[in-house]
Structure formats: C-alpha cells, structure tokens
C-alpha cells in the first residue's frame, strides 16, 4: 500500500511494557482510524482521530495526529499478551478505507 | 449485538473455477464494502455499495463483479479464478451519516489451487 504506512512493522515487547506504532500518510485526510486485527480474522476498529483534534484517548489507548508531518502514532499503555495483534492505520477516502502495511505487535508474557 | 456475516468462512477452489462469496450486514446499516488481503498484506478496497447501488470501486478484477440486494445483503461473484485470488476477503458494513467506523466480518480465506 502506498498510504498509511506503519513504522515499525514489527515490534516485540514484554508485558507491561508500551508499544508505539507510527503511521505516515500522503494525502489530506478528514479522519484516521485505527483498526485491529488477530491473526487472520476480522479487523477490529479502536480509535478514529479527526483531521482538526491532535490528540486523543480511549482506555489504554492514545493517538497522536500530526497532520503537517502527515503521520500519527497509536500508543499502548501497560500493554498484555492480549494485545498481541496486527495493528493497521487506515485514512478514509470517500467512505472506504485506505489501509497502511500494518505493524505486528507481539507481547511477551 | 449482532455482528456483519460472512458465508462461507473457508473455500477452496480450483483454477479457473467460479466462487461466489456472501455478506449479511448489521441490521440498519445501508453500506457494504468490499476488502481483498493477501498473505501478509494490508487490506485492499475492491468495491462498496450504498442503498443497493455500487458507491465506489477500487482495485477489483474485471473478472470479480459484486452486488447488494434488496435485504441489504451482498454477494461477490469471482469467475477464472486465479492463484493469485487466493486471499482472505472480508465484508465490512456501516451506517451512512452515524460514523466512519466500519464494522468488519470474519471473513472468507479463499484458497485456490
């Protein structure tokens, strides 16, 4: 995918420990979401930050906006095994949604 | 609460087979979208319908045609199916002019042989 690219793609963290992923993208945006998805089932939406807020919270979940660096960051605080997860960045273009590559979280019990 | 249904979960198919994959979106939701994913890939947009009239197309195979019906509910018809088809492929649904969450599937894991 050309949009929405996540950094790192990656990451291996031990539990309790925060998990950081970072997502660019080229276009302007009306909002950015945050989906979740467990190996090979459906995606799960967490959190959508609109183009005029830079921050926002939900649970253990925080999201940064920067729209003239054209990136976010999806942060996880005190992060669980159950977190282990693919984590995916996605703009909304009309209505679909333009995905980035995704970052792998794995947390180590 | 009721969840968007994907029939059915796995497929296996031959090459230049035919597959037709269904969707039954949450109930009130008037759009239905469309995704493609490939073996450790991002999802892909392939097409999304709005009050049973296809709203956007994005990288769909000519080969793929799709359509909502009058339950709202969606069918994707997949003809001289290729290796390369091999993907999971997941509905999505939402409700215009509510949010821009979309509410996703489980998805079909496609296998083409």
């Known amino acids: 995918s050309q949009q929405g690219e996540e950094d790192p793609q990656a990451l291996s963290i031990q539990e309790g420990e925060n998990a950081t992923m970072n997502c660019s993208y080229k276009t302007s945006i009306n909002n950015l979401q945050w989906y979740r998805q467990n190996s090979g089932r459906g995606l799960v939406h967490l959190i959508l930050i609109r183009s005029n807020e830079r921050e926002k919270h939900s649970g253990r979940l925080r999201v940064t906006l920067d729209t003239s660096k054209k990136s976010s960051s999806l942060l996880i605080t005190a992060s669980r095994a159950a977190d282990t997860a693919s984590y995916f960045c996605?703009?909304?273009?009309?209505?679909?949604?333009?995905f980035g590559e995704g970052t792998q979280l794995t947390v180590n019990p | 609460a009721a969840g968007v249904i994907q029939s059915p979960r796995h497929l296996i198919k031959e090459k230049r087979e035919t597959a037709t994959l269904k969707c039954y979106p949450i109930?009130?939701?008037?759009?239905v979208y469309w995704y493609q994913q490939g073996p450790g890939q991002d999802p892909q947009f392939l097409i999304s319908?709005?009050?049973?009239?296809?709203?956007d197309k994005g990288s769909i195979p000519d080969r793929f045609s799709a359509q909502q019906f009058s339950d709202y509910h969606s069918e994707l018809n997949m003809s001289s199916l290729e290796l390369g088809d091999s993907a999971l492929y997941f509905c999505?649904?939402?409700?215009?002019?509510?949010?821009?969450?979309?509410?996703f599937g489980p998805g079909t894991r496609l296998t083409v042989t």
């Open positions: 109930p009130r939701h008037d759009t």
């Open positions: 996605a703009q909304t273009s009309g209505s679909r949604l333009t």
């Open positions: 319908f709005y009050e049973k009239m296809q709203s």
């Open positions: 999505a649904s939402r409700r215009q002019g509510r949010s821009y969450e979309q509410y």
